[in-house]
């Protein structure tokens, strides 16, 4: 399975080339990260709270054209099949139909310490569920 | 008139502070003014190609709370009738029915090499038409 | 008295009008004070550790020009004299001798918990010892 | 070679989990970019009203701690040799003598329309001489 999100590219994420910024697109990933537990039913703020940190251990963007002000973007994830204590998501940056970005981040579930904790087992469930395939979205080496 | 936009706090506008960081509101002005832009039919994109700018001249905030992570929060804005050149826009951040921001820009209309310039007549028009009296919304001398 | 920093401005920091975006320079003058608490023998980050905080309570800026990618900045802040809880500090940005913005923040002492608190009495002293009186540097209304 | 560049971590570049985020890091690097092409006879900002520019085509992190506020840090870069239109700058992040982030941006060469371009040859040989073996430095696959 997958999740989109749809919103306007802000002015203060462009830089002088006319173009977003490239480091702003690994925030609208974290954006649909957010959605995306939310849909899940694990409010990653709430997550915290618990104790259950998932910081990022990796991250990787291929950049094929910049996003533009003002225009909407759709911003797409699919969480794989956790590894031990590791989740991967990957993610897609369209506009106008154009793929603009492909990407992924991993992630490590820690403690508020940051220690590696296993993933709560209720989430990992969860997660599994969700998990796409690899043959499913983009999925960068 | 007023235009309100909803949306939710993104992980990156956090600070160690663990609330929203002072200078992320002037962003989410920002974003208001884009679609209060794009509302009364000049979408702020087109005005920059056809080389009409309204850069910042001024911006101001009083800060009551901080928005805090993954909640939604409410910007609303409010046009203030034009002097001259200048444009001011008065706004109110909520989150969960508290007030947490109110804050202004003003703005100067500019032409591509940043010289002051009238406001073509058919947006001074619109403006005019939505601008609301001082006596709504939040107002910081 | 008053310290001044100088750095070159980053390339994410411009926006597509092709200048330094207007929120940006309240992220310079966070610099500025982190590095005038260090210089008077409190850093920042110690004084958190310490449960005291300053959050901001006012910030404002008017802009004559933008500050231009590559090019030295130089940031100037003056501490005024605290008010029961508040503190405030004068802010002075300069490219190539040119002035481009003034601006303040307004910090109110608070406790981990936000909660209003008194200034801790030898910090008091120094911001005391190293108030400039409004007659130097820029004080905007 | 390579090129290392100090300075401080700046408070608004943490997030709620108390270091710098993740995203931050492409910044940092972006800012030896700007220090390293100064160097050796080609500040950026020349090139691009020269019509040369080189966006980030890819880029990478893994990260193994997070830098922390006030603190200082140290950006090294290595740039690879070019291959076609592409050059490779590899990074390392160091805090108190630990490495907390390797990383690398993949840059193609472009016009002011984004048009692919060969690298000016003055460049070109300027790089190639200041490149390093991919046995110095971090090198991720």
Redesign the interface.
């Known amino acids: 399975m997958a999740l989109s999100i749809d919103?306007?590219v802000?002015?203060?994420e462009?830089?002088?080339?006319?173009?977003v910024?490239?480091?702003?697109y690994?925030?609208w990933f974290?954006?649909l990260r957010?959605?995306y537990f939310?849909k899940i039913g694990f409010?990653?703020?709430q997550l915290?709270e618990q104790g259950v940190?998932f910081?990022?251990?990796?991250?990787?963007?291929?950049?094929k054209?910049?996003a533009?002000?003002?225009?909407e973007v759709k911003v797409t994830g699919w969480f794989r099949k956790p590894r031990g204590v590791r989740v991967r998501i990957d993610y897609l940056v369209e506009q106008k139909g154009r793929v603009l970005v492909k990407g992924y981040t991993l992630h490590a579930r820690a403690d508020a310490n940051?220690k590696p904790r296993r993933i709560p087992a209720e989430i990992l469930e969860k997660i599994m569920e969700e998990a796409a395939p690899i043959t499913e979205g983009p999925h960068l080496n």
């Open positions: 919103f306007r802000r002015y203060a462009t830089d002088q080339m006319g173009v910024h490239h480091a702003v690994y925030v974290e954006q957010t959605e939310r409010p990653y703020g915290e940190f910081p990022v251990v990796e991250s990787r963007c291929e950049y054209e910049g533009r002000y003002d225009g940051g």
